[in-house]
C-alpha cells in the first residue's frame, strides 16, 4: 500500500477536528472523574488504535488510577491464516480480580472485538467492567453491547485518525476524517 | 489455549450459497461467536386454507445474541425482494430479532479487515466452508425461543422442495395459533 506523502490528501472530510475531540475528551474525563469518585479505576486500552484516545482520556481522570494495555489479533491479519481464531496477542500486565475496570476503546462498530474482550475479561473476575468509546458506529453492529460512555456516534463511513487507521496508516493524524475511498481502492490493488 | 477456546466444539461440514456467507461465517469464528446457518424456516404467506405460500429462512442465527442475519450480497434486483421479506417477517414475528446485511456492509466489513480485494473475487461464486481444525464454533446449538419452527440442528442450505416442505411442517405447528394474513 502506498498512502499520499500528505495524508490529509487521503482524507476526504473532516468529521472530527482537533478541538471538538480536545473537549469531547474533557467532557467524557469529567464524567467518569465523577462516577468513580472515592474509588480507584484501572484503565485498560485495545491496542492500537485506542492509544492516542487512551492518552488524553487518563489525564482527564482524576482519581487514582491504573492503566494496562491489551492487543488482539485482527480478522485477515497475519494471525488468520495461521490460526483462524482470533488471539491475545499481549495480555493484561496485573490482575484485574476485585477491580473496577474501564475498558478504552477507539470505535465500536460490529461489536466483534468488543464482545470477545468482555467474555475475556469477565472471566478474570473485575468487580466491574465499563466501556468507554470515543467512536459509535451503531449502523455496523452485529453484537448489542451497552456502552457506559461514548464521545461521538459517527456515520457509516470510514475513518482514520487520531488512533484509527488504514492499512496501519494514518494513526497520527490529530482528527477523525473520511478516508477516500479512491485511497483505498488503490491501496488494495497495490 | 485461552479459557475461551476450550469450549469450542468441532463444527460439522457445512455448504453455504454464496461465498460472502462462507466469509462473514469465517469472521464470526475468528470472534468466537456462535452461528447456525439457515436453522428455521418461517412461514410469511399462507392461502385460504392455511397452506404455506412463502417462507423464508434468514441465512445466519446467532444464538447468544439472539439475532437473525440475513445478507443480500447477490445482485440488487434481490434486495427488494429480501427486504419485502424482511419486513414481512417483523410482522409476523415481531418478537425475532433480525438485521439485513447489504452489501455495502459486506463491503465495508472487507475494507475494515484490509480484504477489500475480496469482494470482487467472491461476488457470485458458491460458498464452501471447509471444515478444518482451525474453523470452529462456540455454543451449543440451541435455537432460542423459535424452536418449534423448524429444524436447528440442520446447518445446510436446503433446497426449494425442501424449504417448502419444512415450511408447511412449521405451519402445521403453528395450527390454529398460526398469524392471520
Request: hydrophobic share 40%.
Amino acid at each position: 500500500m502506498k498512502p499520499s506523502p500528505d495524508m490529509k490528501q487521503d482524507v476526504a472530510e473532516i468529521l472530527l477536528t482537533e478541538e471538538e475531540i480536545r473537549a469531547k475528551v474533557a467532557e467524557l474525563g469529567a464524567r467518569i472523574t465523577a462516577d468513580y469518585a472515592g474509588g480507584e479505576l484501572t484503565l485498560v486500552s485495545v491496542l492500537k488504535g485506542s492509544l492516542p484516545f487512551m492518552a488524553d482520556l487518563m489525564r482527564q481522570i482524576d482519581v487514582p488510577l491504573r492503566i494496562d494495555l491489551m492487543e488482539v489479533s485482527s480478522y485477515g491479519g497475519a494471525a488468520t491464516e495461521s490460526s483462524g481464531l482470533v488471539r491475545i496477542l499481549k495480555d493484561l500486565s496485573a490482575p484485574i480480580d476485585g477491580r473496577d475496570v474501564l475498558l478504552v476503546e477507539d470505535i465500536i462498530d460490529t461489536g466483534l472485538t468488543l464482545n470477545y474482550l468482555l467474555r475475556y475479561l469477565r472471566g478474570k473476575n473485575p468487580r466491574s467492567i465499563k466501556i468507554c468509546a470515543l467512536l459509535n458506529k451503531p449502523a455496523r453492529r452485529l453484537v448489542e453491547i451497552p456502552i457506559d460512555y461514548i464521545g461521538f456516534e459517527v456515520p457509516d463511513r470510514f475513518v482514520v485518525g487520531y488512533g484509527l487507521d488504514y492499512g496501519e496508516v494514518y494513526r497520527n493524524l490529530r482528527f477523525v476524517g473520511v478516508l477516500r475511498p479512491e485511497a483505498y481502492e488503490e491501496q488494495s490493488q497495490a | 489455549m485461552s479459557e475461551l477456546e476450550e469450549s469450542r466444539e468441532p463444527r460439522p461440514d457445512c455448504s453455504f450459497a454464496h461465498a460472502s456467507e462462507a466469509e462473514l461465517a469465517r469472521i464470526l469464528d475468528f470472534y468466537q461467536v456462535a452461528w447456525e446457518y439457515e436453522p428455521q424456516v418461517f412461514p410469511i404467506l399462507w392461502d385460504l386454507e392455511g397452506n404455506v405460500l412463502e417462507s423464508f429462512a434468514p441465512d445466519f442465527y446467532l444464538p447468544d445474541m439472539d439475532l437473525f442475519l440475513e445478507m443480500t450480497t447477490l445482485q440488487q434486483r434481490l434486495v427488494r425482494k429480501k427486504n419485502r421479506k424482511v419486513r414481512r417477517l417483523r410482522e409476523l414475528y415481531p418478537h425475532v430479532r433480525i438485521k439485513l446485511f447489504y452489501a455495502r456492509d459486506f463491503r465495508a466489513l472487507m475494507l475494515k479487515y484490509g480484504r477489500a480485494a475480496l469482494v470482487s473475487e467472491l461476488s457470485g461464486t458458491v460458498g464452501q466452508f471447509a471444515p478444518g481444525p482451525v474453523e470452529r464454533s462456540i455454543g451449543d446449538g440451541s435455537a432460542g425461543d423459535l424452536s418449534g419452527l423448524g429444524s436447528p440442528e440442520v446447518p445446510e442450505r436446503r433446497s426449494r422442495s425442501a424449504r417448502r416442505r419444512a415450511a408447511r411442517r412449521a405451519a402445521a405447528a403453528y395450527a390454529a395459533g398460526s398469524p392471520s394474513v
